[in-house]
């Protein structure tokens, strides 16, 4: 049987995102999808939410919302599948390192500390949200030296500018951790096993 039987709409999800790693899982998952990344103020959205006393799950699950109705908006009928991703480590919340300098500097902080990764996702309609999850994933990064920080960062190059936190934990970023509790798809960045669930009770993936 083909992977894509398993997906049982006539039409494609639509994908409010870029990230590659979401589009691997589902694809990986026989997911045919369409990527159309949303064009929002993420910063301006999440100022919004915390003004509304938003914790991080709540900053997550808000910018998944915004992503998924700005482009089911674009999209009339179709499916349309926001995702966002927020990392906290005590009251600090951390954005994706502008340069090798953030990048460094977000390691220092999170070095020998315990962080909670936060992953949202929102299935939308004609702007109608049909379903909606944040799940998270408790991870403890291993105590760095300088000279660690260093040599990771320049094994990694510019893949540590595209997560935030400075890490793939699919890929070079294992090697900073020495603990993990959560779901693995959580980690990254897509709740995947309620999200399959979902589509299966609307009949959009075969049961």
Do not use: N
Request: glycine share 8%.
């Amino acid at each position: 049987m083909s992977a894509s039987l398993l997906w049982t709409s006539q039409q494609p999800l639509v994908l409010a995102s870029r990230s590659a790693a979401r589009i691997h899982l589902l694809a990986s998952a026989g997911i045919p999808l369409e990527a159309m990344p949303a064009d929002i103020d993420e910063r301006a959205e999440e100022a919004a939410a915390r003004m509304r006393d938003a914790d991080p799950e709540g900053v997550a699950l808000a910018l998944a919302q915004a992503k998924a109705s700005a482009i089911s908006r674009l999209r009339p009928g179709r499916l349309v599948l926001g995702s966002d991703q927020t990392l906290a480590c005590g009251a600090d919340a951390f954005h994706k390192p502008t340069d090798a300098a953030e990048a460094a500097e977000q390691l220092r902080r999170l070095s020998g500390r315990r962080h909670a990764l936060h992953s949202a996702a929102v299935v939308m309609r004609d702007d109608e949200a049909l379903f909606s999850t944040v799940a998270t994933a408790s991870l403890t990064m291993r105590a760095l030296s300088e000279a660690m920080i260093a040599r990771y960062l320049d094994a990694a190059g510019g893949v540590a500018l595209g997560s935030v936190g400075a890490y793939q934990l699919e890929g070079l970023g294992i090697h900073l951790f020495e603990a993990i509790e959560g779901d693995h798809f959580t980690i990254l960045g897509l709740p995947l096993m309620p999200l399959l669930a979902f589509f299966r009770q609307i009949g959009a993936a075969a049961q």
